[in-house]
T-cell receptor, first 115, second 120 residues
Framework: AQTVTQSQPEMSVQEAETVTLSCTYD???????LFWYKQPPSRQMILVIR??????QNATENRFSVNFQKAAKSFSLKISDSQLGDAAMYFC????????????FGTGTRLTIIP | GAVVSQHPSWVICKSGTSVKIECRSL??????MFWYRQFPKQSLMLMAT?????????EQGVEKDKFLINHASLTLSTLTVTSAHPEDSSFYIC????????????????FGEGSRLTVL
């Protein structure tokens, strides 16, 4: 079974600075998807960024980028120029690409932005 | 972007009663919907996968007779918590995958706003 591990329960960063959230996963599959989701106090899950395992290039979305290390099974999220609105729980998630596959979530990292 | 709506957003009920939570995809058809449960300060745990027109697939340890799931149409799935008890109090979140449209196999799911259940 696939597992997703987030070893940082809490992180904090000064506004406008850069922070990196860690995620590792375990799988025997060679093709899969990885995601970072944001859950603000409203509890609505918001997709931040997605990475296909067969793509070597790291995904980027504006201030958000990932460092995908397939061999190491590592998928970290870098948030640049942190803003107050980035404060939330961040969940790393894994998904097999076959049919209607479920998401397996990590335990989450609570990110606090210091003004 | 695609919109998934849950109703009610918050419900309080007495122990022993049943509660129904709806999950609707408002602007797309979803052949598959997923139901998650989230306890305070914890991650999302998948309860079941809801497939339109067929029986739901439950995760290990989830009582299918207690958590009834119906996916009667391509835009609606319901979760009924039967004979609710205080330990069922939790945040329930649904997500839906497009039946068609957009890039194939992108894997993206769209989440509802969640429903908070409090059982007294």
């Amino acid at each position: 079974a696939q597992t997703v591990t987030q070893s940082q329960p809490e992180m904090s960063v000064q506004e406008a600075e850069t922070v990196t959230l860690s995620c590792t996963y375990d799988t025997s599959e060679s093709d899969y998807y990885l995601f970072w989701y944001k859950q603000p106090p409203s509890r609505q899950m918001i997709l931040v960024i997605r990475q296909e395992a067969y793509k070597q290039q790291n995904a980027t979305e504006n201030r958000f980028s990932v460092n995908f290390q397939k061999a190491a099974k590592s998928f970290s999220l870098k948030i640049s120029d942190s803003q107050l609105g980035d404060a939330a729980m961040y969940f790393c998630a894994y998904q097999r690409p076959f049919g209607n596959e479920k998401l397996t979530f990590g335990t989450g990292t609570r990110l606090t932005i210091i003004p | 972007g695609a919109v998934v709506s849950q109703h009610p957003s918050w419900v309080i009920c007495k122990s022993g009663t049943s509660v129904k939570i709806e999950c609707r995809s408002l602007d797309f058809q979803a052949t598959t919907m997923f139901w998650y449960r989230q306890f305070p300060k914890q991650s999302l745990m998948l309860m079941a996968t809801s497939n339109e027109g067929s029986k739901a697939t439950y995760e290990q340890g989830v009582e299918k007779d207690k958590f009834l799931i119906n996916h009667a149409s391509l835009t609606l799935s319901t979760l009924t918590v039967t004979s609710a008890h205080p330990e069922d109090s939790s945040f329930y979140i649904c997500s839906a995958r497009r039946a068609r449209g957009g890039p194939a196999n992108t894997g993206e799911l769209f989440f509802g706003e969640g429903s908070r259940l409090t059982v007294l």
